[in-house]
């Protein structure tokens, strides 16, 4: 069971859209659609910000959009502002009833 | 609003037991919707998802951890636990207690973390 795999690192300016891919497998991301994305600011418990490829929970900014095309799920985030700063992780059902995470994406709002 | 709290021994020596407990307020652990669940995340690290368990008492684990994972409820004090075996230093890492939603396999409530040292 490998990690997905996402950048290290993105930035972007105030009010500029950036994009963090989630790359995988026919194994997780490319066979289900049970993809999720987290919002994590060290120190803090993480958030989640969407489930099911593109659904956000009650509550979430419609800045941050997703979506997925075969095996890669993708995280937009326009507007930025800097409360964005934070890392992000996307995790994937992976089959079996096992869960699988990236290896997480650190954003800087410069 | 439902909280989890982690709570347990900061450190632990190597070869021994980790053991963690996930306190839950404002929800049922035996509510039949949501699974009960552990993650990781070593320092400098992702997040590494540990296992989950249901109302039930059925539990899933991680392939790579199965071996030295227990995942247990405590339904009388609406609490679940986690316990790692033999650990080693690669087992240090802040350990989070999340409801994860069945079926559709994501967490959305999480606690905060409980940091663990493994070292003698």
Same mark, same amino acid.
């Given at each position: 069971? %490998? ?20 790359? +995988?497998? +026919? ?37 941050? #959009? ?23 992780? @996307? %995790?994937?059902?992976? +089959? ?15 | ?17 980790? %053991?963690?407990? @996930? ?20 320092? +400098? ?34 609490? #679940?636990?986690?316990?790692?075996? %033999? ?9 989070? @207690? ?23």
């Amino acid at each position: 069971q %490998s990690a997905l795999t996402q950048p290290a690192s993105v930035s972007g300016s105030p009010g500029q859209s950036i994009t963090i891919s989630c790359s +995988g497998s +026919g194994s997780e991301v490319g066979n289900y659609n049970h993809v999720s994305w987290y919002q994590h600011h060290p120190g803090k418990a993480p958030k989640l910000i969407i489930f099911e490829v593109s659904q956000r929970p009650s509550g979430v900014s419609t800045r941050f #959009f997703a979506s997925k095309s075969g095996t890669t799920a993708s995280l937009t985030i326009s507007g930025l502002q800097a409360e964005d700063e934070a890392d992000y992780y @996307c %995790s994937s059902y992976a +089959g079996g009833s096992t869960l699988v995470f990236g290896g997480g994406t650190k954003l800087t709002v410069l | 609003q439902v909280q989890l709290q982690e709570s347990g021994p900061g450190l632990v020596k190597p070869s021994q037991t980790l %053991s963690l407990t @996930c306190t839950v307020s404002g929800d049922s652990i035996t509510n039949g919707i949501y699974y009960w669940t552990w993650i990781r995340q070593a320092a +400098g690290k992702g997040l590494e998802w540990i296992g989950r368990v249901f109302t039930s008492g059925n539990t899933d684990y991680n392939p790579t951890l199965k071996s030295r994972v227990t995942i247990s409820l405590d339904t009388s004090n609406n609490q #679940f636990s986690l316990k790692v075996t %033999s650990v080693t230093a690669s087992d240090t890492a802040v350990y989070y @207690c999340a409801r994860l939603r069945g079926y559709y396999y994501y967490m959305d409530v999480w606690g905060e973390g409980a940091t663990v040292t493994v070292s003698s």
